[in-house]
């Protein structure tokens, strides 16, 4: 059974960090690529950030692409979404999401497996 966990959310205050954990089971990154989406209260789910299986990265949102990081640990089946420099817009829940396919996508269609999702709230 293919999973996607979650963790690392949380509030923090307005210029701080926070790094988000997706732990998946069930397949390998050698034919999935992995995908952070955010969805904030009244808005659409919106891609982040994808990293593909042979760890090319694509980002989507101009306003996070030099504050958040995406990597992988394929000996921990973990992909993390490092966040600096956080700002009261980024508040949202944090998903992440598996695509059996070699490419990336930032739109949420098509991924086969989600998480439960992670709230992140960035308040003073």
């Known amino acids: 059974q293919s999973q996607l966990v979650e963790s690392g959310g949380g509030l923090v205050q307005p210029g701080g960090s926070l790094r988000l954990s997706c732990l998946y089971s069930g397949f390998t990154l050698d034919d999935y690529s992995i995908g952070w989406f955010r969805q904030a209260p009244g808005k659409e789910r919106e891609g982040v950030t994808c990293?593909?299986?042979?760890?090319?990265?694509?980002n989507y949102i101009d306003s996070v692409k030099d504050r958040f990081t995406i990597s992988r640990d394929v000996a921990k089946n973990t992909v993390y979404l490092q966040m600096n420099s956080l700002k009261s817009e980024d508040t949202a829940i944090y998903y992440c999401a598996a695509l059996r396919a070699y490419y990336c996508s930032g739109h949420p269609w098509g991924y086969n497996y989600w998480g439960q999702g992670t709230q992140v709230t960035v308040s003073s």
């Open positions: 990293i593909n299986n042979s760890g090319g990265v694509t």
